[in-house]
């Protein structure tokens, strides 16, 4: 966390950029790819439906913290 509020301090985002990439929902084309070769089409659904739901709160905890 040190090392994030001391990259913000100079202006620099890059830190926090990273962090909230690794927040963010499985891709959407793990469904395409599902879909395509009709495999595994409702578990790649569940799992974009929980990891968009999932997201939100730890996102907002996530930039909270960086704050």
């Given at each position: 966390?040190?090392?994030?509020?001391?990259?913000?301090?100079?202006?620099?985002?890059?830190?926090?950029?990273v962090?909230?990439?690794?927040?963010?929902?499985?891709?959407?084309?793990?469904?395409?790819?599902?879909?395509?070769?009709?495999?595994?089409?409702?578990?790649?659904?569940?799992a974009?439906?929980?990891?968009?739901?999932?997201?939100?709160?730890?996102?907002?905890?996530v930039?909270?913290?960086?704050a």
């Amino acid at each position: 966390m040190r090392v994030f509020r001391e990259a913000r301090h100079r202006g620099q985002h890059a830190g926090e950029a990273v962090v909230v990439m690794a927040a963010l929902p499985v891709a959407q084309n793990v469904l395409n790819y599902a879909q395509r070769y009709n495999q595994s089409v409702i578990p790649a659904r569940d799992a974009i439906f929980i990891t968009t739901l999932g997201s939100i709160p730890v996102l907002l905890v996530v930039s909270t913290l960086l704050a």
